[in-house]
């Protein structure tokens, strides 16, 4: 049997800076209560890395951040997400005068800047994303100028005058060109601004060129994860005959999807540790073996 790991593989350099700035703070605040304000990032092992560490995280599906907040033990150190947030965030931080860190991806806050600078020219925003992903949330709360438009239900409502078009940076390539393309056709005018992060984009490409006769697709990562879920639908769609399972580690292996395969082919997000990718491809060798 063949089983290739798909490159690349492991954090991506956002998630790893982010990873490492709160490793770093709890280091240096040894005896503080040293906490993440959300979820630093959409995976629950590599959370668990932060756990052992003694960092905890504070999150509520059904809370903001600004909510969430309230939540934050007094004299705590921290750490912000790395998919932005809510300036107003930092604001409210400040007011309990509770010292933060930024883990924000460099990528996402370039992509932050495009839209700054678009709603400073008087500029609408057309924001390609996913509602209520807190990337999506930090880029809306720039301006009541930027507007969300949900990649496979493009809705205009309104009309919009010279507008930029930029998306969430985990999205597939291919769902926002397709989105493009359907508000350029709206708005000839427009501008584009590149905003996939290299990270999903090589893992996107690496998916697409996987050989047809793969008969089963891993694809590992976080239920919550907005790039692991794009790498589940491109899989499903590129290789419409192989079986395309996603899954968080190897505890989610099932022998009875492995019996009488040849080729297996194992994709993962951008921030699932590498040790949970090469855990898997071990497990499946013990299980055949």
């Known amino acids: ?130 509602k209520n992903h807190p990337e999506a949330n930090a880029a809306l709360s720039i301006s009541s100028k930027v507007h969300l438009i949900e990649p496979k239900n493009v809705v205009l409502d309104d009309v919009y005058s010279h507008p930029l078009i930029i998306s969430q940076t985990t999205f597939s390539e291919l769902e926002i060109a397709n989105a493009i393309d359907f508000i350029k056709e709206r708005f000839p005018s427009a501008d584009v601004s590149p905003s996939i992060c290299q990270a999903s984009s090589l893992r996107q490409n690496a998916l697409r060129n996987v050989s047809q006769d793969v008969d089963l697709i891993y694809v590992v990562g976080g239920k919550n994860s907005n790039n692991t879920k794009t790498l589940f639908e491109i899989a499903k769609t590129s290789h419409p005959n192989a079986k395309v399972l996603m899954i968080e580690n190897k505890n989610d292996l099932n022998k009875k999807d492995l019996l009488g395969l040849r080729y297996i082919a194992i994709s993962s997000g951008a921030s699932t540790p590498k040790e949970v990718t090469l855990d898997i491809k071990k497990e499946i060798e013990s299980l055949m073996n």
């Open 1 to 130: 049997m063949k089983i290739e790991i798909l490159e690349p593989f492991g954090y991506c350099a956002g998630v790893e800076r982010a990873i490492q700035i709160a490793l770093k703070v709890k280091k240096e605040y040894i005896s503080q209560n040293v906490v993440v304000l959300g979820m630093l990032v959409h995976n629950q092992d590599a959370l668990n890395v932060l756990k052992e560490a003694g960092i905890s995280t504070i999150y509520n599906a059904n809370l903001t951040l600004l909510d969430l907040i309230e939540k934050v033990p007094n004299n705590s150190i921290v750490i912000l997400t790395a998919h932005g947030h809510d300036k107003r965030v930092e604001d409210e931080l400040n007011k309990r005068h509770i010292h933060f860190v930024d883990a924000t991806c460099p990528f996402v806050t370039l992509t932050e800047n495009v839209i700054k600078k678009a709603v400073l020219e008087n500029r609408d925003v057309l924001y390609l994303g996913k």
